[in-house]
């Protein structure tokens, strides 16, 4: 497909989502789950492995794109309108919400005539098994059901529909005020026919869900609308019958367009728990915090001694990665791959974060109990034997292990916060040995991860490379934000991962030779870093330049105020799964964090001295 990754929106149900193109071609969507084969894969291909193109008719040349586009108000419900020579056509698609275990899948697209005459096309080609089986199109009375093996699909529509080599095809006048309807329904082959819905009532329950649930939101500082975007993104992440939160709703959108950093990203990862979790607090979400802390630990807890950097959404501990070799890949980005084998990675950094998760948790009085006290105690007793140990690190390298310097940083949050759960009498544990194991971790770091003749910390023992995660030692607590050290390495992030635009890089990479994460090519700037960067600044006082970068990052945001994993400075596009939660996390979290360093700022008094407001304080 000719589609920019950035040229995609999301709609969703809380079970599964879809990607709709700007020419309203939904091009991307997995049934009845995020982690299920994909029915509609032209994303990493073309038409032929499953689309849905729903549009004006144009005279021969290829769908064009739409005039413009926009979720109607804080919803995940989109509209896109063509203002054509005729009349201006606009198509509403949405999937209907629910949080109910038994929930059946719906896409529905509203066609509506604003104003003029405007002539549609409909063409639907779903294609199962990541396009590789082509359905059976069978007439049932009104409606038509495509079927193969386990799966099927009902569409319900009024509109005119004959079946051509295997696509069901709709031609059809709309006139000002006109409005036609399609619901495309999932359900297992074997199964009853579904109910017919009302696509108008689901309409009205769908705005009506989104806006109740937007309601809700805590925050109404100068970002808001970036924030409740990013918000309702993480929630369409959400898998609802579990609590988990997809890290992206695709597999294989590539970091490097036409390379092989190609990865399905389908599945749970432990580190988002922290930062999401604070991120949903911090904003008024306390029952979406509570739920993906009840993931968390029915995720880990079978099994702390053999923890995972990542889980499937309702926990699922094997995730076997293999090939799609009939898939070419976004813009020819080979291999497509489905399941990851990262899961089995040893990453140190993971029980920093799993146990910083469940601290906040605690503190934000989510009821997790003893037993996740526990939990963080057979953490901590498993890490006091292996925290020395190298490790594959946080971005899941695959070449040789390594002594990350992040890996030993969160190492030593982890034990920092079993250290305090333990002084505050929720837990019982060997108090002074686990002190003493904390002090030995941080001169460790100190020690071996710190070159002083540069003044900065460096991706691992050793190593001479930077590593955007060295920006998270402050917001840790490994380090207060005006140590010098501290400050010396935001400077150094600046100054060597920093691409021309600004934006920061995770580390550097190699081209067409194997860097340290075993991989050829390169890859765009991270905007997580990105947005830590921004962070960083803010904390050591640097607000106007902090603000600065973070309104150059929302900007990034493609017209519906979405991002992918990473930006390409040099092809000036978004790259990697697409929208990524880890990103719009990082959104949220720099934005409030700029309302608090702006909090803490001294404000001018009658007399010309400076007062601090009352309301700020030190992050």
């Known amino acids: 497909m000719s589609q920019r990754i950035e040229d995609y929106a999301l709609i969703g149900d809380l079970h599964t989502a879809a990607l709709i193109s700007r020419t309203g071609s939904l091009d991307w969507s997995c049934f009845p789950r995020f982690d299920s084969a994909a029915a509609f894969a032209a994303i990493l291909g073309d038409e032929t492995h499953g689309s849905w193109q729903l549009g004006p008719l144009g005279d021969g040349t290829p769908p064009a794109p739409a005039t413009r586009r926009r979720y109607v108000g804080d919803t995940l419900a989109l509209e896109s309108t063509w203002v054509t020579s005729g009349g201006t056509l606009r198509i509403t698609d949405f999937m209907p919400p629910s949080e109910d275990q038994t929930h059946t899948p719906h896409v529905v697209r509203i066609v509506e005539a604003v104003s003029g005459r405007v002539t549609v096309r409909s063409r639907l080609r779903p294609r199962f098994d990541y396009g590789l089986v082509r359905p059976r199109i069978v007439p049932v009375g009104e409606r038509h059901v495509l079927v193969a093996g386990p799966d099927a699909l009902w569409l319900d529509t009024p509109a005119p529909t004959a079946v051509f080599d ?33 696509p108008e009532g689901a309409l009205a329950r769908t705005l009506a869900y989104w806006e109740q649930w937007a309601a809700q939101c805590t925050y109404h500082g100068a970002y808001r609308e970036a924030v409740m975007r990013s918000l309702i993104t993480l929630k369409a992440l959400t898998y609802a019958p579990t609590g988990g939160i997809v890290a992206a709703p695709t597999t294989s959108l590539p970091e490097d367009i036409g390379g092989s950093r190609n990865w399905d990203y389908r599945y749970c990862w432990l580190r988002d728990a922290a930062i999401t979790l604070s991120s949903l607090l911090r904003t008024g979400y306390r029952e979406e915090a509570r739920d993906w802390a009840a993931w968390l630990l029915r995720a880990v807890a079978g099994d702390p001694n053999r923890l995972q950097i990542m889980y499937g959404i309702t926990g699922k501990r094997r995730l076997p990665e293999s090939e799609l070799a009939h898939l070419p890949g976004h813009l020819d980005s080979r291999p497509v791959r489905i399941g990851n084998e990262a899961a089995h990675q040893l990453q140190l950094d993971v029980y920093g974060e799993v146990t910083d998760a469940l601290d906040r948790a605690r503190q934000a009085g989510l009821g997790v109990d003893e037993t996740a006290a526990d939990l963080q105690i057979a953490l901590v007793e498993w890490l006091e034997q292996h925290w020395h140990e190298p490790d594959e690190g946080i971005w899941e390298v695959r070449g040789p292990r390594r002594h990350f310097v992040h890996s030993k940083v969160m190492a030593w949050a982890a034990v920092d916060r079993t250290v305090k759960l333990i002084e505050s009498g929720a837990a019982h544990g060997p108090l002074e040995r686990w002190r003493g194991l904390r002090e030995a971790i941080h001169r460790d770091v100190c020690a071996k991860g710190y070159d002083p003749k540069r003044n900065t910390f460096t991706q691992s023992y050793g190593s001479a490379e930077l590593d955007a995660s060295l920006l998270l030692i402050p917001q840790m607590g490994f380090l207060p934000p005006d140590d010098k050290r501290v400050i010396g390495t935001i400077e150094a992030v600046q100054r060597e991962l920093a691409t021309p635009d600004g934006f920061v890089l995770r580390y550097p990479t190699a081209g067409d030779d194997e860097g340290v994460d075993g991989l050829e090519g390169d890859e765009g700037a991270f905007l997580a870093c990105s947005f830590w960067l921004a962070d960083d600044l803010a904390m050591i006082g640097r607000i106007d330049e902090a603000r600065e970068l973070f309104e150059r990052l929302l900007a990034l945001r493609n017209d519906v105020g979405l991002l992918a994993e990473e930006w390409d400075g040099r092809r000036k596009e978004q790259v990697g799964n697409f929208p990524q939660a880890f990103s719009h996390v990082a959104l949220i979290d720099t934005a409030t964090a700029l309302e608090r360093a702006a909090a803490a700022v001294p404000s001018p008094r009658a007399d010309g001295a400076r007062a601090l407001n009352p309301a700020g304080r030190n992050r």
């Open 166 to 198: 295997g696509v069901l095809c709709s031609d059809f006048t709309v006139s000002e005020g006109d409005r036609v309807t399609f619901t495309l329904t999932y359900r297992d082959s074997h199964q009853a026919p579904p109910a017919v819905i009302s």
